[in-house]
């Protein structure tokens, strides 16, 4: 083309270099007049492909506009031409990737359903089979409404006073505190931190709830005020009805500060993940101490455990997930934002790749947490319909029509097959209207106002609010209706296309003023690059339209001066806007209304709600700069409207208080599945049961180096007592209040013989070690069997621990391992390791848990814990697992024929299993499939489990949801008292799929070099999904290495790990 030759040299640049060279080529700067001539072809391939960056294109805009040089101008324009072109076709890129992805995800949806209908229909009548198709029929109707039947439940009310609940929320990100919130500071301390808060302090006044405690992370660093570093904080005493019975000291709402992550430093949420293990095993110390102290107040000496445990976002949603598997109680998730839909949303921008964007938001560790969340949980909060349908409807674990089919099934006592979809309910948030002050519409409120700040007449203002002063200064005639804008400076909040719309809309810049509440700022310079850029671009255009004294945007403001800016504004009959792109439930709506000003709102997402709810103003394409200005004027302009949407307001606003969100929400969670710990409470560490022997006791007594009279003589006691242990102290002081009762005669048995002093314990010797060391090494050969040199380890872990005379007395042994329990012991014996050497034997992958010399049948065979048997069994199908299983693993889609044929890469080994362990033999593992791609498929179906490869790749295991190692240690704190901090758990530098899960925690973490050359982890991850870097913290004094398995140098490293 003529006069754009440069064209044909660039793509003859691209063509001649390659992708792989540009791909490849690192940018060097290049002056434009190097030896008096600009070389495009060289600047193209080496800047503009390699460094194209779209942020840039008006910054270079601005410079073609102010050069001289024609040349130069020339060469500019050409780089932004190509930089356009560039932008476009990596857009069109990335649009057809997503495209692809979204048709494939389609395609495996459909083709769960497949299977989970024919699956289910087999025990179906031909009836059943009828209305389970016109269920999912009727699912799949485009306008047909999520609805729920509400007639079978009984709503909360003043009658469960005696309830007396605990309950547990969390919320770990950003600045948590009770008072002078510090909203807006940065994009992890918003809406969230108030919401969960008062939701805290509105729970602890409902009829029923006795406490409340609302965790998340300690902060103790010099970034952040002290307040955020102090372990509690009471938010309220709860209700004052206290039923004249005597409540105890611990009732009310407290902020519970867990520390975990960087101690010394402010962590950003993106960065805690691999610390949520170190999170919930803190908070589990919390818990299973306060159920105690609970238990002594208000539960006849037992404790009183979780109502419901509540994650609030992604990362709680994962802790609060593990804390319900561990104390076995119901999970709610509250999601807020959801990680697939800001995914979707970024994607669809064509700016940045997946790979980019997992780069900088974890995107897929959060999707993998809320993937977890729905697997856990009872029941989900959500504030919309919009949120279930088009948010939740993007997951894995959750699909609209086959949880109504599921529903329908459980409801006719039909088998799901171990199949199961958590509840959505829409439970808009609350809001404290404590604060607000409903004014009649008089004809004295138009010339409040004036005669507040002082009118033309010369009159003294009054005193008014410091925030209106610092609003109105802003302003050249603050008498004029406000348009009130809220929020953080997001670009999703799109208060530029506000400002844009005021700007151009002379009759509305007539009529009325703009104020803009963006948070607080001290320099822009040091925010956030979008929050940073969103403000500059906002000094941009007031300059543009010359906007000045129109348009108010205060630097800074306390949460406590929210309601006099909402009060402000309504004086002055403004108006309210919340012009989001999309925005999940719109809180600042339902406060505006409370202080009687009607909205103007996007019609995307939560708005919609309350806009049907309320009927208090206009919705709005956001995206439609003429419409948000035709919504504002309308309601500036004709009064009458404003009045009625103001009257309509105040009339519905009561749905939105937080006893009626609270009433709602007890209600809901009643009507969920209750299960909390069935075993008996009389066997903590520091308890005797009432039918354990008291030589037994003494015994215990004696190990720790104490010497007892029998004539159970306290001043004997006296000197020994003085400086021991004071558990020590109230465990003797026990025994010899057990030793002054009368002594019964010896019961004889059946056969006339006396019973034997020295009988055995019924509890595992476990609850009396202060200490555990935890052998998880997996090291086995490429058959998958174990490795001699794993017996020779363990002799070594065994002479380190016992070389130290002070910590071998109250030291203990567990192994941690995927072999069956059969095999474990032949291994063992092998090695002529006994097993009595062990306290604990987890086997199966956590499958099952075993106590040897304890839980044993009369022939001396071992049978694992009936209690951890139980506790694991929550949502176990077995058998619709392994036809899913074997379904999956034989075909690429799986579908597949399900004939057991020679070709099959798996092998079902009975051998390995149990009735909670599902095992296969990997008899190829090119064709295995990696876990997050069996997960995937699993949840489709409603399965949920703990798929994981292990045994140096050579078999796949499925154990329950609430299985795990990892787990598994946590079980022996919350059933034996063991702390998880008092733990050393000794891997190799690699292992099974559960790997990672091991490493992170309280408990102390010895890796030990060299040993373990080949795990299963490579199949673990797909490509794109998250990184170990998200599960397994970089830098942790709680994890130390060893390069030797010797005594000695396990000795040392155990020392060193002690004083951590």
């Given at each position: 083309?003529?006069?754009?030759?440069?064209?044909?040299?660039?793509?003859?640049?691209?063509?001649?270099?390659?992708?792989?060279?540009?791909?490849?080529?690192?940018?060097?700067?290049?002056?434009?007049?190097?030896?008096?001539?600009?070389?495009?072809?060289?600047?193209?391939?080496?800047?503009?492909?390699?460094?194209?960056?779209?942020?840039?294109?008006?910054?270079?805009?601005?410079?073609?506009?102010?050069?001289?040089?024609?040349?130069?101008?020339?060469?500019?324009?050409?780089?932004?031409?190509?930089?356009?072109?560039?932008?476009?076709?990596?857009?069109?890129?990335?649009?057809?990737?997503?495209?692809?992805?979204?048709?494939?995800?389609?395609?495996?949806?459909?083709?769960g359903h497949r299977d989970v209908t024919e699956d289910m229909s087999e025990?179906?009548?031909?009836?059943?089979?009828?209305?389970?198709?016109?269920?999912?029929?009727?699912?799949?109707?485009?306008?047909?409404?999520?609805?729920?039947?509400?007639?079978?439940?009984?709503?909360?009310?003043?009658?469960?006073?005696?309830?007396?609940?605990?309950?547990?929320?969390?919320?770990?990100?950003?600045?948590?505190?009770?008072?002078?919130?510090?909203?807006?500071?940065?994009?992890?301390?918003?809406?969230?931190?108030?919401?969960?808060?008062?939701?805290?302090?509105?729970?602890?006044?409902?009829?029923?709830?006795?406490?409340?405690?609302?965790?998340?992370?300690?902060?103790?660093?010099?970034?952040?005020?002290?307040?955020?570093?102090?372990?509690?904080?009471?938010?309220?005493?709860?209700?004052?009805?206290?039923?004249?019975?005597?409540?105890?000291?611990?009732?009310?709402?407290?902020?519970?500060?867990?520390?975990?992550?960087?101690?010394?430093?402010?962590?950003?949420?993106?960065?805690?993940?691999?610390?949520?293990?170190?999170?919930?095993?803190?908070?589990?110390?919390?818990?299973?101490?306060?159920?105690?102290?609970?238990?002594?107040?208000?539960?006849?000496?037992?404790?009183?455990?979780?109502?419901?445990?509540?994650?609030?976002?992604?990362?709680?949603?994962?802790?609060?997930?593990?804390?319900?598997?561990?104390?076995?109680?119901?999970?709610?998730?509250?999601?807020?934002?959801?990680?697939r839909n800001k995914l979707e949303q970024l994607l669809k921008q064509g700016?940045?790749?997946?790979?980019?964007?997992?780069?900088?938001?974890?995107?897929?560790?959060?999707?993998?947490?809320?993937?977890?969340?729905?697997?856990?949980?009872?029941?989900?909060?959500?504030?919309?319909?919009?949120?279930?349908?088009?948010?939740?409807?993007?997951?894995?674990?959750?699909?609209?029509?086959?949880?109504?089919?599921?529903?329908?099934?459980?409801?006719?006592?039909?088998?799901?097959?171990?199949?199961?979809?958590?509840?959505?309910?829409?439970?808009?948030?609350?809001?404290?209207?404590?604060?607000?002050?409903?004014?009649?519409?008089?004809?004295?409120?138009?010339?409040?106002?004036?005669?507040?700040?002082?009118?033309?007449?010369?009159?003294?203002?009054?005193?008014?609010?410091?925030?209106?002063?610092?609003?109105?200064?802003?302003?050249?005639?603050?008498?004029?209706?406000?348009?009130?804008?809220?929020?953080?400076?997001?670009?999703?909040?799109?208060?530029?296309?506000?400002?844009?719309?005021?700007?151009?809309?002379?009759?509305?810049?007539?009529?009325?003023?703009?104020?803009?509440?963006?948070?607080?700022?001290?320099?822009?310079?040091?925010?956030?690059?979008?929050?940073?850029?969103?403000?500059?671009?906002?000094?941009?255009?007031?300059?543009?339209?010359?906007?000045?004294?129109?348009?108010?945007?205060?630097?800074?403001?306390?949460?406590?001066?929210?309601?006099?800016?909402?009060?402000?504004?309504?004086?002055?009959?403004?108006?309210?806007?919340?012009?989001?792109?999309?925005?999940?439930?719109?809180?600042t709506l339902i406060e505006a209304a409370a202080h009687g000003l009607p909205?103007?709102?996007?019609?995307?997402?939560?708005?919609?709600?309350?806009?049907?709810?309320?009927?208090?103003?206009?919705?709005?394409?956001?995206?439609?700069?003429?419409?948000?200005?035709?919504?504002?004027?309308?309601?500036?302009?004709?009064?009458?409207?404003?009045?009625?949407?103001?009257?309509?307001?105040?009339?519905?606003?009561?749905?939105?208080?937080?006893?009626?969100?609270?009433?709602?929400?007890?209600?809901?969670?009643?009507?969920?599945?209750?299960?909390?710990?069935?075993?008996?409470?009389?066997?903590?560490?520091?308890?005797?049961?009432?039918?354990?022997?008291?030589?037994?006791?003494?015994?215990?007594?004696?190990?720790?180096?104490?010497?007892?009279?029998?004539?159970?003589?306290?001043?004997?006691?006296?000197?020994?007592?003085?400086?021991?242990?004071?558990?020590?102290?109230?465990?003797?002081?026990?025994?010899?209040?057990?030793?002054?009762?009368?002594?019964?005669?010896?019961?004889?048995?059946?056969?006339?013989?006396?019973?034997?002093?020295?009988?055995?314990?019924?509890?595992?010797?476990?609850?009396?070690?202060?200490?555990?060391?935890?052998?998880?090494?997996?090291?086995?050969?490429?058959?998958?069997?174990?490795?001699?040199?794993?017996?020779?380890?363990?002799?070594?872990?065994?002479?380190?621990?016992?070389?130290?005379?002070?910590?071998?007395?109250?030291?203990?042994?567990?192994?941690?391992?995927?072999?069956?329990?059969?095999?474990?012991?032949?291994?063992?014996?092998?090695?002529?390791?006994?097993?009595?050497?062990?306290?604990?034997?987890?086997?199966?992958?956590?499958?099952?848990?075993?106590?040897?010399?304890?839980?044993?049948?009369?022939?001396?065979?071992?049978?694992?814990?009936?209690?951890?048997?139980?506790?694991?069994?929550?949502?176990?199908?077995?058998?619709?697992?392994?036809?899913?299983?074997?379904?999956?693993?034989?075909?690429?889609?799986?579908?597949?024929?399900?004939?057991?044929?020679?070709?099959?890469?798996?092998?079902?080994?009975?051998?390995?299993?149990?009735?909670?362990?599902?095992?296969?033999?990997?008899?190829?593992?090119?064709?295995?499939?990696?876990?997050?791609?069996?997960?995937?498929?699993?949840?489709?179906?409603?399965?949920?489990?703990?798929?994981?490869?292990?045994?140096?790749?050579?078999?796949?295991?499925?154990?329950?949801?609430?299985?795990?190692?990892?787990?598994?240690?946590?079980?022996?704190?919350?059933?034996?008292?063991?702390?998880?901090?008092?733990?050393?758990?000794?891997?190799?530098?690699?292992?099974?799929?559960?790997?990672?899960?091991?490493?992170?925690?309280?408990?102390?973490?010895?890796?030990?070099?060299?040993?373990?050359?080949?795990?299963?982890?490579?199949?673990?991850?797909?490509?794109?999904?998250?990184?170990?870097?998200?599960?397994?913290?970089?830098?942790?004094?709680?994890?130390?290495?060893?390069?030797?398995?010797?005594?000695?140098?396990?000795?040392?490293?155990?020392?060193?790990?002690?004083?951590?």
């Amino acid at each position: 083309m003529a006069g754009n030759e440069w064209i044909n040299g660039y793509l003859e640049a691209i063509l001649h270099s390659g992708a792989s060279a540009i791909d490849d080529h690192k940018p060097s700067q290049v002056n434009l007049r190097e030896r008096g001539h600009f070389n495009p072809t060289k600047y193209f391939v080496e800047e503009v492909v390699t460094g194209v960056d779209e942020t840039d294109l008006h910054r270079t805009w601005i410079k073609v506009v102010a050069t001289r040089n024609t040349h130069e101008r020339s060469s500019r324009l050409e780089n932004m031409c190509w930089r356009i072109w560039h932008l476009t076709r990596k857009k069109k890129q990335l649009e057809g990737e997503e495209l692809q992805r979204l048709a494939n995800r389609r395609w495996l949806r459909e083709q769960g359903h497949r299977d989970v209908t024919e699956d289910m229909s087999e025990d179906l009548s031909e009836g059943e089979k009828g209305d389970t198709m016109g269920e999912l029929v009727q699912c799949e109707t485009p306008r047909k409404k999520f609805q729920r039947n509400f007639s079978n439940l009984e709503v909360w009310s003043d009658d469960n006073k005696g309830k007396r609940l605990y309950i547990v929320l969390i919320s770990l990100h950003g600045l948590v505190r009770g008072e002078n919130m510090e909203l807006g500071c940065d994009s992890d301390t918003g809406g969230q931190v108030k919401y969960v808060v008062e939701l805290a302090r509105a729970l602890a006044m409902m009829p029923g709830v006795y406490r409340v405690d609302l965790f998340t992370r300690q902060i103790s660093s010099p970034e952040v005020d002290w307040s955020y570093g102090e372990p509690t904080e009471m938010l309220s005493s709860g209700s004052e009805d206290a039923d004249g019975m005597d409540v105890g000291e611990s009732r009310g709402a407290y902020i519970i500060r867990i520390p975990f992550g960087p101690r010394d430093k402010y962590v950003h949420k993106e960065l805690l993940w691999p610390h949520i293990p170190e999170f919930v095993d803190g908070a589990l110390a919390h818990i299973l101490n306060m159920s105690k102290v609970l238990g002594e107040q208000i539960g006849g000496g037992q404790p009183v455990w979780p109502y419901v445990i509540h994650g609030h976002y992604a990362d709680a949603g994962d802790s609060a997930a593990l804390l319900s598997g561990a104390l076995n109680v119901p999970m709610v998730l509250t999601g807020h934002s959801l990680g697939r839909n800001k995914l979707e949303q970024l994607l669809k921008q064509g700016r940045q790749s997946k790979e980019d964007i997992n780069s900088t938001y974890r995107i897929m560790r959060r999707i993998e947490a809320e993937e977890l969340s729905l697997d856990a949980a009872e029941m989900v909060v959500t504030s919309t319909r919009q949120e279930i349908d088009e948010q939740w409807g993007l997951y894995d674990g959750f699909d609209v029509k086959l949880e109504k089919v599921l529903r329908a099934r459980a409801r006719r006592g039909v088998n799901c097959h171990g199949r199961y979809m958590p509840r959505m309910v829409v439970i808009p948030p609350g809001m404290d209207f404590s604060s607000v002050v409903v004014q009649e519409d008089t004809t004295e409120v138009d010339g409040e106002l004036t005669s507040l700040i002082g009118g033309t007449d010369g009159s003294s203002p009054r005193a008014v609010p410091p925030i209106w002063s610092e609003v109105m200064r802003f302003l050249a005639n603050p008498h004029k209706p406000m348009i009130l804008a809220l929020s953080r400076p997001d670009p999703k909040k799109n208060i530029t296309t506000l400002l844009k719309a005021f700007g151009e809309c002379p009759p509305l810049r007539e009529l009325a003023n703009l104020t803009l509440i963006m948070g607080n700022r001290e320099d822009i310079d040091v925010l956030s690059g979008g929050n940073a850029s969103v403000l500059t671009t906002v000094l941009k255009l007031i300059d543009k339209y010359d906007l000045y004294g129109l348009v108010a945007y205060p630097k800074h403001h306390k949460q406590t001066d929210v309601p006099d800016i909402y009060r402000l504004a309504a004086k002055t009959k403004g108006v309210f806007i919340n012009p989001a792109l999309v925005e999940p439930f719109g809180l600042t709506l339902i406060e505006a209304a409370a202080h009687g000003l009607p909205m103007v709102a996007t019609k995307n997402g939560g708005p919609v709600d309350i806009h049907r709810a309320l009927n208090n103003g206009l919705l709005v394409d956001p995206h439609d700069q003429k419409a948000i200005a035709d919504a504002l004027l309308k309601l500036v302009a004709e009064k009458n409207l404003w009045h009625e949407c103001r009257k309509n307001g105040w009339k519905n606003i009561h749905l939105f208080s937080w006893p009626e969100h609270c009433r709602t929400y007890l209600t809901r969670v009643a009507a969920c599945r209750m299960r909390h710990p069935q075993w008996q409470t009389d066997t903590p560490v520091d308890d005797m049961a009432s039918n354990e022997s008291l030589g037994d006791s003494l015994k215990d007594v004696q190990d720790m180096s104490l010497r007892l009279s029998f004539d159970g003589d306290k001043s004997s006691l006296n000197g020994s007592l003085e400086n021991a242990d004071p558990e020590v102290q109230d465990q003797v002081g026990r025994i010899l209040s057990k030793m002054k009762k009368p002594a019964s005669d010896p019961k004889e048995d059946t056969g006339g013989k006396k019973q034997t002093e020295n009988v055995v314990n019924k509890y595992p010797v476990l609850r009396r070690r202060k200490r555990l060391i935890v052998i998880a090494l997996d090291l086995y050969n490429s058959n998958g069997n174990p490795d001699s040199k794993m017996l020779q380890v363990i002799q070594e872990i065994f002479k380190a621990v016992r070389s130290d005379p002070q910590t071998s007395k109250f030291s203990g042994f567990a192994l941690a391992t995927a072999m069956p329990v059969s095999e474990t012991l032949e291994f063992l014996k092998t090695g002529k390791i006994q097993e009595t050497d062990f306290d604990a034997l987890i086997c199966g992958c956590g499958s099952e848990m075993y106590y040897p010399g304890v839980y044993t049948e009369e022939n001396g065979k071992l049978y694992p814990d009936p209690d951890y048997t139980s506790h694991i069994d929550y949502r176990w199908g077995h058998e619709g697992l392994k036809k899913t299983i074997w379904n999956s693993m034989n075909s690429k889609d799986g579908g597949g024929d399900l004939s057991k044929d020679s070709s099959s890469p798996i092998q079902e080994d009975e051998k390995s299993g149990n009735s909670h362990c599902v095992s296969y033999l990997i008899k190829d593992p090119s064709k295995a499939k990696r876990v997050d791609d069996l997960r995937q498929k699993l949840r489709m179906r409603g399965l949920r489990c703990h798929p994981m490869y292990c045994r140096n790749s050579t078999r796949m295991q499925v154990v329950p949801f609430l299985a795990s190692r990892a787990q598994a240690l946590r079980y022996l704190y919350v059933r034996w008292g063991l702390n998880v901090a008092n733990m050393y758990v000794i891997l190799g530098e690699t292992g099974d799929t559960d790997y990672e899960e091991m490493i992170s925690g309280t408990h102390k973490t010895v890796i030990m070099k060299g040993l373990v050359e080949k795990g299963s982890e490579e199949l673990l991850r797909t490509s794109g999904s998250y990184l170990r870097d998200d599960i397994v913290p970089g830098e942790s004094p709680l994890v130390a290495y060893t390069t030797c398995a010797t005594a000695e140098e396990i000795s040392n490293v155990l020392k060193a790990l002690s004083k951590s």
